[in-house]
């Protein structure tokens, strides 16, 4: 299913990515909305600056360092090994787009939503970013296993990589930037959401 993001450029592996992990968000949005529609209805207001404990600065290094703790998992799973297409990064990244769409189908935010246009605009402000950094930062690092077997389990390493021969392409380069970008701004973002 996934062999044909090995076969492709980075731009365009990086496409497919991000149309996967939104098809599979929004896939368990729909399953947590039909699933839960209570929680949409006479939903009691909560000031958003009771989720912002320490101000803009702490609330985006916490933030900040919670979705780099995801694309670090992103990144080492598809770095470590790959199975076939599959790697533990790319299984990372779907997992995340369903727990993701998941909490937003059954409004379960710490600051729940009146309406599901209020979570779709506050999605398209920060969630849509961070999500974007997911998929770039997966593009990125998933065609660079260092151990590639053909099946799972693996019976032997139809490929062995030396950590020192991992090399990344200016596009690729790009699109880690692009990543980081994505990251930080999507935490300002909700940081000055959070602390307003």
């Known amino acids: 299913m996934f062999s044909s993001l090995y076969k492709v450029g980075a ?6 990515i991000w149309f ?13 909305y039909l699933a839960k529609p209570s929680a949409w209805d006479n939903v009691q207001a909560v000031a958003p600056s009771s989720a912002a404990v320490g101000g803009v600065a702490a609330t985006m290094g916490y933030i900040t360092a919670r979705n780099a703790v995801v694309m670090l998992f992103i990144g080492a799973g598809n770095l470590f090994v790959r199975f076939g297409s599959v790697t533990p990064g790319l299984l990372v ?6 727990a993701i769409g998941w909490l937003a189908g059954t409004n379960g935010f710490e600051v729940p939503f009146s309406s599901v246009a209020a979570a779709n605009m506050q ?8 999500t974007t950094a997911y998929a770039l930062f997966c593009a990125m690092t998933l065609t660079k296993s260092l151990l590639v077997a053909n099946s799972f389990p693996a019976k032997e390493w139809a490929e062995k990589h030396a950590l ?11 699109l880690g930037l ?16 959070l602390a307003g």
């Open 123 to 130: 999605y398209l402000r920060i969630g849509l970013w961070e």
């Open 164 to 174: 020192r021969s991992l090399t990344f392409s200016g596009t690729e380069k790009v």
């Open 93 to 98: 990244l779907l997992v995340q787009g369903g």
């Open 11 to 16: 731009v365009k592996r990086t496409i497919i």
């Open 20 to 32: 996967l992990l939104q098809g599979v968000l929004w896939a368990f949005f729909a399953v947590g």
């Open 178 to 193: 692009l990543a980081l970008l994505c990251l930080f701004g999507a935490a300002l973002v909700e940081a000055l959401y």
